[in-house]
């Protein structure tokens, strides 16, 4: 029997485009490597707030550096993502508060499904509609009318709380327990650091082994 995973946490928002990347990277990897990635739906609005944080967006010479970076890096790791085209509605009127309850209500109904459904919701936000996560239209009706339970609530709460205490000033998170010891790591592009942390090999945003298909 060889050693057991290692145990790597996702704090993400689908509100966070870049933690749309992290999120296809790790999943490539999840198999690859020696880990057990435990994905954590998590309100970016909480973080910023409790960390004094701000979008780069607020920020017009961020806000244009995060268009031209997230093109790019989009076609560098094989990711169809494209910024919509009322993007600041999104991010600052719309917000992910229902978003992220809903797949906060998947997490503990169908765990099973929280990756299909986290990248079925980034689909239709930063990129083009997708097909159905293989969940069914009554299903996820009924989901979606438990997203202002106090049990939703609450488990948001937690996991967004939970991110700040391991330091989170934004998203994505990826945090590594490795022995006694724990990493937290911020942003997309931390993935050659978390391979050197794990003793695993890192072979590119689409390893070998794994085609992209989104």
């Known amino acids: 029997m060889g050693p057991l995973p290692r145990t790597?946490?996702?704090f993400y928002d689908v509100l966070s485009p870049y933690s749309w990347l992290a999120f296809e990277v790790l999943c490539r990897y999840k198999n690859i490597w020696?880990?057990?990635?435990?994905l954590r739906p998590t309100l970016i609005a909480g973080i910023m707030k409790d960390s004094g944080n701000q979008p780069p967006a607020l920020l017009p010479r961020k806000g244009l550096y995060l268009k031209n970076d997230v093109r790019?890096?989009?076609?560098?790791l094989q990711v169809p993502i494209h910024l919509p085209k009322d993007f600041f509605y999104v991010i600052f009127e719309k917000g992910s508060l229902t978003a992220m309850r809903f797949l906060t209500v998947v997490k503990?109904?169908?765990?099973e499904l929280l990756e299909k459904v986290s990248r079925e919701l980034w689909m239709r936000i930063w990129s083009r509609a997708a097909e159905k996560a293989g969940m069914s239209t009554g299903r996820a009706?009924?989901?979606l009318e438990r997203v202002s339970t106090p049990q939703v609530k609450n488990q948001l709460k937690e996991t967004t709380e939970a991110a700040c205490?391991?330091?989170?000033?934004g998203l994505p998170v990826t945090v590594a327990h490795l022995d006694d010891e724990t990493y937290m790591l911020f942003g997309s592009d931390r993935m050659e650091l978390l391979a050197h942390l794990l003793g695993e090999k890192w072979m590119g945003p689409v390893p070998p082994a794994v085609t992209a298909r989104l």
Do not use: D, I, T
């Open 8 to 10: 790597l946490e996702l």
């Open 34 to 38: 020696n880990v057990s990635l435990q």
């Open 72 to 76: 790019l890096l989009g076609q560098h």
């Open 108 to 111: 503990l109904e169908h765990p």
């Open 141 to 143: 009706r009924e989901l």
């Open 165 to 169: 205490k391991y330091g989170a000033f």
